[in-house]
Structure formats: C-alpha cells, structure tokens
C-alpha cells in the first residue's frame, strides 16, 4: 500500500484518488464510478466484476480465469493480457475520455449480467443440467421417465 501511495504522491494525484478499504454499501460505490478496473493476477469467478456491469459500470480487467467470458468480446468493458499495463492504461483512458464509448459499454454491462449472470438463469441453468442428467438415466436404465421421478 505504501508503494501505491509514493507513486500517487508522485505523479501528483493525491487529490484524486481515495482508498476505501473495505465497505458495506459497495452498490452504491459502483454506480458514482465511470469505470471498474481489475488488474489481479489470479482470480476464480470475480464478484467485482458481475457487481459492477450490474450496476452498470464497465470494466477493464486482465485476461484471468472467467474475466473474459463475462465481459465478452469488448461487450461490457475490456479485458487485456496480463502484465500489460500499457493497454490496461490505454484502454481505461479510452474508456474516461470517450464518453459515448463508456455510455455504451454501461449499457451493455448492465443487459449483459441481467441475461447471463442473474439468479433467474442460473436457476434455468440449473434446472437445465438437471433435465438433462434425468433424461441421460432414463435412457441409460430403459426405465419410463415417470419411474424416476417418482424416486
């Protein structure tokens, strides 16, 4: 933390930037955001990422674990490779001065989590997998799909 501070300080933009640690109200930080930026190195499913297309801020992340599915090709933000810092740089200030290009990526953020990453689709997902494991066992076992039901 120290470091990010000192080159903060250097490039002269202390008056900028805040660190809030951690925080109960996240939802309401999103939405005041222009844009989100994960730059992690590893990562499973991020949650900050889902959070903030909900809220309808893009996102510039690195090229990690689910990063690109859920953003999709340049859909809801953009993803670049890891170390990079030079996209990373370019495309979050592509993303702060170009307002039309931000406005339309929130846009599709928000359309994009609401269709593939909401409690409703998974659960159609779900149920999914699970129609189709039965069917599979019906057909394996030679047993009417009413049998297995029933068990």
């Known amino acids: 933390r120290q470091k990010i501070l000192q080159a903060i300080d250097r490039q002269g933009?202390?008056?900028r930037c805040q660190f809030l640690l951690n925080r109960n109200d996240v939802e309401d930080l999103y939405c005041?955001?222009?844009?989100?930026?994960?730059?992690?190195?590893?990562?499973?499913?991020?949650?900050?990422?889902?959070?903030?297309?909900a809220c309808g801020t893009p996102a510039v992340v690195t090229d990690v674990a689910d990063?690109?599915?859920i953003l999709g090709e340049d859909e809801a933000g953009y993803t670049v490779a890891l170390n990079d810092d030079a996209a990373m740089v370019r495309r979050v200030r592509e993303l702060l001065t170009d307002r039309p290009r931000r406005d339309e990526?929130?846009?599709?953020?928000?359309?994009?989590?609401?269709?593939?990453f909401s409690l409703e689709r998974l659960a159609r997902k779900t149920e999914q997998v699970y129609l189709e494991s039965l069917e599979r066992k019906r057909r394996d076992s030679g047993c009417p799909a009413r049998m297995l039901a029933a068990n």
């Open 13 to 15: 933009l202390a008056e």
């Open 32 to 53: 005041v955001c222009d844009v989100t930026v994960l730059t992690s190195i590893r990562e499973g499913t991020p949650n900050v990422v889902l959070e903030s297309m």
């Open 67 to 69: 990063n690109r599915r």
């Open 105 to 116: 990526l929130s846009r599709r953020a928000r359309k994009r989590v609401l269709a593939e």
